[in-house]
């Protein structure tokens, strides 16, 4: 499949734990957020999205948080798979391209057997 | 399958080149966002189309262009190819010219390399 990003920070979890992956967001005006997963040769995927009148979301097996004071976003993933394995984005989305998302760099997350 | 549909799926050209990158939308998806992901840069947005009219603009190089067709099919087009175009290139779609909820539906990119 297609490597994306070979510098990306990378996060390894052993299948069945509980991984964290965060993101730092620059624009204190952005209002609307999503995580995307990006498997090997593929798009990126919507996995959960989050609004700043909220902290927290939760969906099946993820949760989103969001900490509008220092700008950040984490995506909590319960009981780790292997399917789980694949770079994950953070997404803003910004007026400054006619309300567009902007992306984070990326984390790539390994499940380990 | 997401139901956005890019062509070719991998393309090899020369530097100096020019090449068209295709996209279809989910079928009722008035918008198309193109977008370009390479190893130091990350996903950068280049251009959005709603309904067959420019709606933004990005981080697109003058070298680069699009269009949107009556029938909502997008373009691509890339021209004096240089080494640093080779990359990735999604094509996203949503309803509404703004992503009001989540976000967009991406294709699974076409793979650019310039030689």
């Known amino acids: 499949g297609e490597s994306v990003g070979l510098h990306l920070p990378t996060l390894s979890v052993q299948e069945g734990d509980n991984s964290i992956i965060n993101c730092a967001y620059s624009?204190?005006?952005?209002?609307?957020f999503i995580w995307y997963k990006q498997e090997s040769g593929k798009g990126p995927q919507f996995i959960i999205d989050?609004?700043?009148?909220?902290d927290k979301r939760q969906g099946q097996r993820v949760t989103v948080l969001l900490n509008k004071t220092v700008k950040h976003l984490s995506l909590q993933i319960a009981a780790t798979q292997p399917g789980d394995s694949a770079v994950y984005f953070c997404a803003e989305l910004r007026d400054n391209y006619g309300q567009n998302f902007v992306f984070g760099p990326g984390t790539r997350l390994s499940v380990l057997p | 399958d997401s139901g956005v549909t890019q062509t070719p799926k991998h393309l090899i050209t020369a530097t100096g080149q020019r090449v068209t990158l295709r996209c279809s939308p989910r079928?009722?998806?008035?918008?198309v966002y193109w977008y370009q992901q390479s190893l130091d840069q990350g996903l950068q947005f280049l251009i959005q189309y709603y309904n067959g009219e420019e709606r933004a603009k990005g981080n697109i190089l003058e070298r680069f262009s699009a269009q949107q067709f009556p029938d909502l099919h997008s373009e691509l087009n890339l021209s004096s190819l240089e080494l640093g175009d080779s990359a990735l290139y999604f094509c996203?779609?949503?309803?509404?010219?703004?992503?009001?909820?989540?976000?967009?539906?991406f294709g699974s990119g076409t793979r650019l390399t310039v030689v």
């Open positions: 989050i609004r700043s009148n909220m």
């Open positions: 079928s009722g998806d008035l918008s």
């Open positions: 996203a779609s949503s309803v509404a010219p703004e992503p009001v909820s989540e976000g967009y539906t």
């Open positions: 624009n204190s005006a952005s209002d609307y």
